[in-house]
């Protein structure tokens, strides 16, 4: 039963580099969200999505894009890396769908631990 | 403003110690969710719990109890009998729209 599967788990950037994360779910979850999490901040919604060609912002978006051209995959790019993007970073996905999802617990990948020199 | 504010950063317990982490939100709405989360040493993130707003009855799950009161917007959750195992942060999280809010954890250690 694999879940919520994210890649790579670790990646190192030099300023300026673009590099796309990748996270796929395989329990035909509507809603799928990245955070990104950092000392002290808990975790913040960057991207999210309530289905296949529908994506909206969170709270931090700049910086980052995200297409959702499939039920299962939901990959966040990051444009031109930049120190202050050095993070973890949790792909989660819901039940749910295009109404509001407020009352399903997140599904959480493993993360991915990013460092940009 | 949605927030969520776990103003214990750290907690540091003996095995065996009851230990009770704090979570106070904020929110306009009238339907929202309150969960848990824990983040062992591992690093993934484990749903513990999920309340809605309508239901203020307290939760016990083997050590783990619950306490959710509206009128004090907490939501606090208790450990008895603390166990080494239990050493994780813990997050609160206030759920709304399509948005999760979480607040900054609380790293609670037990040591043996």
């Known amino acids: 039963n694999a879940g919520v599967t994210q890649t790579p788990k670790f990646q190192v950037l030099k300023t300026g580099q673009s590099m796309t994360l990748q996270c796929a779910q395989d329990m035909n979850h509507e809603y799928m969200s990245w955070y990104r999490q950092d000392p002290g901040m808990g975790l913040r919604l960057i991207h999210y999505s309530v289905g296949a060609g529908i994506t909206d912002q969170g709270e931090v978006p700049n910086g980052y894009n995200v297409s959702r051209s499939t ?41 991915t631990r990013l460092t940009v020199t | 403003a949605q927030k969520v504010t776990q103003a214990q950063t750290e907690i540091s317990v ?78 609160c999280a206030l759920s709304y729209d399509n948005d999760m809010r979480f607040g900054a954890g609380t790293r609670l250690t037990v040591k043996p």
Request: aromatic letters at 16%; one cysteine or more.
């Open chain 2, 14 to 91: 003996v095995e065996k110690e009851d230990v009770t982490l704090d979570c106070v939100y904020e929110t306009r709405d009238t339907t929202y969710y309150l969960f848990w989360y824990k983040q062992p040493p591992s690093g993934e993130l484990v749903f513990l719990i999920r309340r809605n707003s309508f239901d203020e009855q307290n939760e016990i799950s083997g050590r783990y109890s619950w306490n959710f009161q509206k009128s004090t917007s907490s939501f606090n959750f208790t450990i008895t009998a603390s166990q080494v195992v239990d050493s994780a942060v813990y997050f």
């Open chain 1, 71 to 111: 039920t299962e995959d939901f990959p966040l790019r990051l444009l031109s890396a930049a120190p202050s993007q050095t993070s973890v970073y949790f792909c989660a996905s819901s039940a749910g769908g295009p109404i509001r999802t407020y009352n399903s617990p997140l599904h959480f990948g493993n993360g």
